[in-house]
């Protein structure tokens, strides 16, 4: 069936580096894509989006890649901050039928080192 | 910030009592929906409404059940707990679609943390 997977369960950056978390995902019909943040004990909060016609889109300090042909999704956080230490979860909605449905990845950890 | 909200956030009950897990979002979103997450994991879907008197059972099989008979409102019910069912639960919502989009933004509640004895 269709997976959405990361490449990297733990990802451990410096303080003021950028971070790059990655995500694969099986499905080609897939048109729209969420990231989203995690911080421990709370819901998941929405960071960006970015829909299948597009492959760049960028917000405050966060970025988003999307490479269709390899089925590919990236978010780039740019002068990682201590606040940026969350689990980051890259979501798909599978085509128009599940418009409304989104199929979750299995999370990075990101740790930032001061 | 969302206004969705979850009651309890955390429940540590025995096996075999009836729970509900509370879910109300003021938003008047028409779409909402259950997620189960172990810690660490991804979620999984286990159910969802979009809208009144309307509910269908998510990606993952869940022997929970779930109700939408007002559309700020979507508990969640286990009739009988198991120690199977310890998990997170996330309610979500989703409502108007935004300018120059087609899909919705999934607005998260906090989570109830359940432990089942």
């Known amino acids: 069936g269709e997976s959405v997977g990361l490449h990297l369960p733990t990802l451990s950056v410096q303080e003021g580096d950028n971070s790059i978390i990655n995500c694969a995902y099986s499905?080609?019909?897939?048109?729209?894509f969420i990231w989203y943040k995690q911080e421990s004990g709370k819901g998941p909060q929405f960071i960006i989006d970015?829909?299948?016609?597009?492959d760049k889109r960028q917000g405050q300090r966060v970025t988003v890649l999307l490479n269709k042909t390899v089925k590919h999704l990236s978010l780039q956080i740019a002068a990682t901050q201590p606040g940026d230490s969350a689990v980051y979860f890259c979501?798909?909605?599978?085509?128009?039928?599940?418009?409304?449905?989104?199929?979750f990845g299995s999370g990075t950890r990101l740790l930032v080192r001061p | 910030e969302a206004d969705i909200y979850q009651t309890p956030r955390y429940l540590v009950i025995g096996t075999g009592k009836k729970i509900t897990l509370e879910c109300s979002q003021t938003?008047?979103?028409?779409?909402m929906y259950w997620y189960q997450q172990d810690p660490g994991m991804e979620l999984h879907l286990i159910h969802y409404?979009?809208?009144?008197?309307?509910?269908e059972k998510g990606d993952l099989s869940s022997e929970s059940t779930v109700s939408r008979i007002r559309t700020e409102h979507f508990p969640l019910t286990l009739e009988s707990a198991r120690p199977s069912h310890t998990s997170q639960y996330l309610c979500?919502?989703?409502?108007?679609?935004?300018?120059?989009?087609?899909?919705?933004?999934?607005?998260f509640g906090p989570g109830t943390r359940l432990t089942v004895l």
């Open positions: 979501a798909e909605t599978p085509g128009m039928d599940s418009s409304y449905k989104l199929i």
């Open positions: 409404s979009y809208g009144v008197n309307s509910t």
């Open positions: 970015i829909r299948s016609n597009m």
């Open positions: 938003m008047g979103h028409d779409k």
């Open positions: 499905n080609s019909a897939s048109d729209y």
């Open positions: 979500a919502s989703s409502g108007k679609l935004r300018a120059g989009s087609s899909y919705n933004e999934q607005f």
